[in-house]
């Protein structure tokens, strides 16, 4: 259960949702064949926070929280969450995931393509009974989800912000799922249609928030807590808000970061210093202010939620997602 979620009986009707999408995603993942439910079982099995389901359980409780779609709804979101980190660790040639073996790592990229290929397949099959303006739903954000990581592929073109182009990317990669999460949980639970579209817009922020925490979450965890080591994004040459922020500026006082996160800092002494001197940098400062806006800005969605317990969970949520340490 995520520490922003309240004990009581929210907390109670939660976990026991929680428990539902757990016990639905391994009914998804099974197959006839041994090794494909190995395969497609191997990242659920490692874990992971959940952060979708419990957003789209959240939302319908805001409504009829009992409804069976909700379950399933949750299930989808989280099969294509899984189905995507499969792609990306071979897109990244990632050698772990959630501290185990990447798929990729432990079997082959055709094996991971191909597990992803699946979940997306088990997805769409639930999706299929929930109706045609939920596949349309999740149409577009699959195609949201796909042009996000096209253009983190190819990078920021000639005369574009490269900052701008990153948070647009991360709106498209992250953003859009855990939208359609809180969309999905207070559609399907009959919530009325201005505070479902008030719930999307919050999903939105306060996702892209998720991921800016975690790319700062790699550069200022002391001991991997986040299940990579410190610093990883910089031995990958990959250029998260921090850096970017760095590579535009002019500040003397930043110049032989600059010259370090120029491209992938592989050198065991010059990754050291690159993370201590972005530990302690201006650059730094900023990409937390903006995490810090992004949250601010989820948060303000919630003057449409009605005060009560499922309110304070999602700002505590806001909270959350700027003070987390993994």
């Known amino acids: 259960m995520g520490p922003w979620l309240p004990d009581g009986e929210l907390g109670t009707v939660m976990a026991e949702g929680l428990a539902r999408v757990e016990d639905a995603l391994g009914t998804a993942v099974a197959s006839d ?9 191997h990242l659920m099995s490692a874990g992971g926070k959940r ?11 805001l409504g009829d929280g ?15 969450h899984l189905a995507t980190l499969y792609h990306d660790d071979v897109m990244d040639e990632a050698s772990v995931r959630r501290g185990a073996p990447s798929a990729n790592s432990r079997w082959s990229n055709s094996v991971a393509i191909l597990t992803g290929d699946f979940l997306f397949a088990r997805a769409s099959d639930l999706l299929a ?10 149409a577009k954000t699959f195609e949201r989800l796909v042009t996000g990581q096209l253009r983190e592929t190819v990078g920021a073109q000639p005369g574009e912000d490269p900052v701008d182009h990153y948070l647009a990317v991360l709106a498209d990669k992250t953003g859009s799922l855990v939208a359609t999460s809180a969309r999905f949980g207070a559609t399907f639970a009959g919530v009325d249609a201005a505070l479902v579209t008030a719930l999307t817009a919050f999903g939105e922020e306060v996702g892209v928030a998720f991921q800016l925490s975690d790319d700062l979450i790699d550069i200022v965890s002391e001991g991997g807590a986040s299940g990579k080591s410190p610093g990883t994004d910089l031995r990958e040459g990959i250029a998260t808000l921090p850096v ?8 003397p006082a930043e110049a032989r970061l600059r010259e370090l996160v120029a491209g992938p800092v592989v ?21 937390t202010a903006v995490l810090g806006d992004y949250a601010d800005r989820a948060r303000a969605r919630l003057d449409a939620v ?17 003070t987390r340490t993994s």
Do not use: K, N
């Open 306 to 322: 009605p005060d009560g317990p499922v309110r304070d969970a999602l700002a505590a949520l806001c909270t959350y997602v700027v």
């Open 33 to 41: 064949h041994a090794f494909v439910s190995e395969a497609a079982g």
């Open 129 to 138: 009974d929930l109706g045609p303006d939920a596949v349309r739903i999740q």
């Open 267 to 287: 050198d065991e002494a010059e990754h050291a210093e690159a993370l201590e001197l972005l530990r302690r940098s201006q650059s730094l400062a900023r990409a």
């Open 51 to 61: 952060f979708r389901p419990m957003l789209a359980l959240l939302a319908a409780q």
């Open 244 to 251: 970017l922020f760095a590579l535009a500026g002019d500040d």
């Open 66 to 80: 009992t409804a069976a779609e909700v379950v399933d709804a949750a299930v989808v979101c989280e099969l294509t």
